[in-house]
């Protein structure tokens, strides 16, 4: 199992129908709405980082009022 978090910038005031757009998503784990440099931050949860991957550039980019994206992979460490 792999884990992604992306960090969202969104057009003002799409905040809200961003979210909820994305939060229904396939491999969506969980989902905040955020204060500061990012609107948004989104935890993926797949079977590898290609299918995490995929389901930015595919699904959550393409998301009315998503301006850009920043994905973190999570690591393993046990």
Do not use: C, H, Q
């Not at 961003?18 to 989902?31: C, F, H, L, P, Q």
């Not at 440099?37 to 290609?50: G, N, R, S, T």
């Amino acid at each position: 199992m792999a884990v992604g978090y992306v960090l969202v910038n969104v057009t003002p005031g799409m905040e809200i129908e961003a979210y909820n757009t994305i939060k229904g998503m396939k491999n969506v784990d969980d989902i905040t709405v955020l204060f500061g440099d990012y609107d948004l931050i989104i935890k993926l949860v797949a079977d590898d980082l290609a299918s995490i991957a995929k389901t930015v550039v595919e699904t959550i980019r393409p998301v009315e009022g998503v301006i850009n994206t920043k994905t973190l992979a999570g690591a393993d460490v046990v």
